[in-house]
């Protein structure tokens, strides 16, 4: 892969991540649009800050298939989320499969801690992206 094609899908991955984020919790359609949304502008704008760092610092062609992997963990993060309306509580991702009427209901026992848990394999992925800059 060429050093422009690689910068492009570096940055282009972060940048397609976000977008899928932010449109998956606004599909949810629950009250966790008003967490969820700036958690994901806050957070995006890391993750493409440590991917922009990344295209400066490195020319390994791996680097794409890192950015690319890093992005589907920023997805699956936002996806793994729990949501709630005005009635039970769901995952974001089973919303977007049946609609939040008929979203996976999660029962009251479920601890909220498992949202953060949700974010290791993104963390795992941004500790590589820090190696792979040498910082």
Known sequence: MGNATNSAAIILAPVAAIILAGMSILASDGWGVLIWVPACLVVGIMHLLLHVRMTWATTDSSAAGLAILSS?????????????????????????????????????????????????????TWALVVRKTGQ
């Open 72 to 124: 589907a963990m920023f997805v699956l993060g936002f996806l793994l989320q729990v949501d709630e309306g005005d009635g039970p509580r769901w995952i974001v991702g089973s919303a977007l499969l049946a609609g939040s009427n008929g979203a996976a209901r999660l029962p009251a026992w479920w601890p909220g801690w498992v949202n953060l848990v949700a974010f290791a394999p993104l963390i795992a």
